[in-house]
């Protein structure tokens, strides 16, 4: 119930019963397994040393008006989901761990501060943020994250390193870059109103058009990577910064 309250898993313990986070640490230094709830009422952390994986299997995670913090350079494994459900839900991840579980970005922030690996799914089911700090790494091998009619904002500086693209699938979605981030994949498959906004220059290393898209890059920042502009594609440029990126035109227009 304070700060420095600390549950410290040092064994190879199952807990059953409820683990409740309000302002504390849950500290697991050992291979552990949970299958009570965990819930989160208070800004707090979860740390799970390197080489040690905390697997839990109670119900989703959700993350309320608060921080939840994991440090530590261990593997978080669960089934449920860490829902970001308000604009003040922030998941910060500050350890290189690897999180094995999906993420519902439903308003909140993934707030990358060291090289992650995440494999569960994200799903973005509202606008959202994903801050990746400079010269730091987010590695994701989940599906497709399909922005739906929401805003998807990049922040930070570092890298997007995404197997599956970011999908903007809907006339509202729009990807909005606000830091020097490096993207890996984006795909759009809907015409769009407002696309893409480039406002610090930025990477797409590989932008797939199939469906008519305005790109916005304010003056004097750029867009580099690769541009592939498919049949049925096209990129319109509405703004005065630069298109560095290497252009394909596979059937589409420019």
Do not use: C
Request: proline share 2%.
């Amino acid at each position: 119930g304070n700060g420095s309250s600390v549950l410290n898993i040092t064994g190879t313990n199952t807990i059953s019963g409820p683990v409740a986070l309000a302002l504390g640490t849950l500290d697991v230094d050992n291979s552990s397994t949970i299958s009570g709830a965990i819930t989160h009422t208070a800004s707090s952390s979860i740390d799970i040393d390197s080489g040690y994986t905390l697997n839990y299997s109670g119900a989703s995670i959700a993350v309320g008006e608060y921080t939840m913090t994991l440090s530590g350079d261990g593997t978080f494994y669960k089934t449920a989901n860490f829902s970001l459900g308000s604009r003040e839900s922030k998941l910060n991840i500050i350890g290189s761990s690897t999180i094995i579980s999906p993420i519902v970005l439903n308003g909140g922030t993934l707030d990358i501060d060291s090289d992650v690996t995440i494999t569960g799914n994200i799903t973005h089911t509202s606008s959202s943020t994903i801050d990746v700090a400079s010269g730091k790494t987010l590695y994701y091998s989940g599906d497709n994250i399909s922005l739906g009619a929401y805003t998807m904002t990049m922040q930070g500086g570092g890298v997007l390193s995404n197997t599956n693209a970011i999908k903007l699938d809907d006339s509202s979605s729009i990807l909005s870059i606000e830091g020097e981030n490096t993207i890996s994949n984006v795909i759009i498959t809907s015409d769009l109103s407002t696309g893409i906004s480039i406002s610090e220059s930025s990477t797409i290393s590989t932008l797939t058009v199939f469906a008519s898209a305005p790109l916005l890059i304010s003056s004097g920042k750029t867009l580099s990577g690769n541009l592939v502009v498919r049949s049925g594609g096209s990129i319109k440029p509405s703004s005065t910064g630069t298109i560095e990126s290497t252009l394909t035109l596979s059937g589409g227009i420019f």
